[in-house]
Structures are given as structure tokens and as C-alpha cells.
């Protein structure tokens, strides 16, 4: 079974902070993916990484950055936290192996309030 | 700009009564199409890839279909145990392995 590990469930940060969300799947994906999900908005991607050290913007990359150093891990970085990042955020996996399974595979995700 | 638009946006239904949820698509190219339950405070849970129109895939109470405009999740004789928050989303070939989702719909099923 795929599993993707997020490092907290909750988070409370202050504004202003620099934090750190972390993400770890064990299939050997090559696609790694961060979200953020708020009431009557759905998940909207962040960043996504196809590769190690390759990073795309998705549709709502401001005041994030993101960091890939290692196949199975995947940073999201607030650089300086606002209080309009409270949400929860979700990350997930997908394999890009030509005839694999191209479905998304998520963590239990980590719900931030900034204070 | 691929799009995802699902409908309805809740949706409460007795026991035993059937249904059906949509997913309307706009996509260059669709590589797949995947249909997800999210229980709240978890992450979504993958329930089906469809790839061509026409394909349909089954899993206990959900079927969902697929035409080259959408997609539709059929819930026959629904328990309250299915009641969750239901995630459609595409990939498309020209997208660099970009997934797109759609806002959901929260389905309510009461004993």
C-alpha cells in the first residue's frame, strides 16, 4: 500500500513565522504534490515537483516556496506565516511511470492555524 | 484551462435511496480522470481512475462512468456509512502531471 506521511496533524504558528511542512511517500513516486483545502474553495494546488530539485507553480504558489532534495520527500515552506494561511494541507504522490497508475495518492494532512 | 466542475454541491438522501453525482471536465488531452472520498479532517481517498469514454468501474455501493464531458458517480442503495465528501479530478497529457480538482460534493445519507 502507498503511504504518504505528514509530520504534524495539527499546527499553531505564529504570524510572522518561518514554517516548515513536511511530506515522505515510500512508492518511489517521481510526482509529489502540495494542496490546501478551505470550506467552499476545494483543493487548490500549491507547488508540485515531477522531480527531484524541479518544482512547478500551481495555481496559488504566493508566499509559499517549496523544497525537493530527495525523491521521497517534499517540503512546503511558509516563509512568513499570515493569518490568511490558516487552512489545511494536504499532500500527495503519483507515479509518472508511462503505463502506471497516474491516480494521486494523499496524506492525512496537517491543519495549520496561524494566530 | 482545464476545469472541473462538479454538481450537486450537497446532496441528502434516505437510506437506500440511489443517486447520482456529476463531473463536468474541460481538458486538452485527458490522460485520466479520478473520483475520490474525503471523511472530514482526512486526506481524500482514491477510489477510481477512468481513462476513455465509455469505461465504468464499480467498487461495492459506486459506479462511476465516463463520457468525453463528464463523469457521473452512481451510489446504489447508499448507507450512512457512505455519507463523506466526494473529490472528482482530471490529468491531462499536456499538464506536466498536473491534477486538478473539482470543489466536491458533501453527500449525506441518514438512517
Known amino acids: 500500500d502507498v503511504k504518504v506521511t505528514q509530520s504534524s496533524r495539527y499546527l499553531v504558528k505564529r504570524t510572522g513565522e518561518k514554517v516548515f511542512l513536511e511530506c515522505v511517500q515510500d512508492?518511489?513516486?517521481?510526482?509529489m504534490f502540495w494542496y490546501r483545502q478551505d470550506p467552499g474553495l476545494g483543493l487548490r494546488l500549491i507547488y508540485f515537483?515531477?522531480?527531484?530539485?524541479?518544482?512547478e507553480k500551481g495555481d496559488i504558489p504566493e508566499g509559499y516556496s517549496v523544497s525537493r532534495e530527495k525523491k521521497e520527500r517534499f517540503s512546503l515552506i511558509l516563509e512568513s506565516a499570515s493569518t490568511n494561511q490558516t487552512s489545511m494541507y494536504l499532500c500527495?504522490?503519483?507515479?509518472?511511470?508511462?503505463?502506471?497508475?497516474?491516480?494521486?495518492?494523499f496524506g492525512q494532512g496537517t491543519r495549520l492555524t496561524v494566530v | 484551462e482545464d476545469q472541473v466542475t462538479q454538481s450537486p454541491e450537497a446532496l441528502r438522501l434516505q437510506e437506500g435511496e440511489s443517486s447520482s453525482l456529476n463531473c463536468s471536465y474541460t481538458v486538452s488531452g485527458l490522460r485520466g480522470l479520478f473520483w475520490y472520498r474525503q471523511d472530514p479532517g482526512k486526506g481524500p481517498e482514491f477510489l477510481f481512475t477512468l481513462y476513455s469514454a465509455g469505461e465504468e468501474k464499480e467498487k461495492e455501493r459506486l459506479k462511476a462512468t465516463l463520457t468525453k464531458k463528464e463523469s457521473f458517480l452512481h451510489i446504489t442503495a447508499p448507507k450512512p456509512e457512505d455519507s463523506a465528501t466526494y473529490l472528482c479530478a482530471v490529468q491531462a497529457y499536456s499538464s506536466a502531471s498536473k491534477i486538478i480538482f473539482g470543489s466536491g460534493t458533501r453527500l449525506s445519507i441518514r438512517p
Open positions: 500527495a504522490s503519483s507515479s509518472e511511470v508511462t503505463g502506471g497508475q497516474p491516480e494521486a495518492f
Open positions: 515537483s515531477y522531480d527531484v530539485k524541479m518544482k
Open positions: 512508492m518511489d513516486h517521481e510526482n
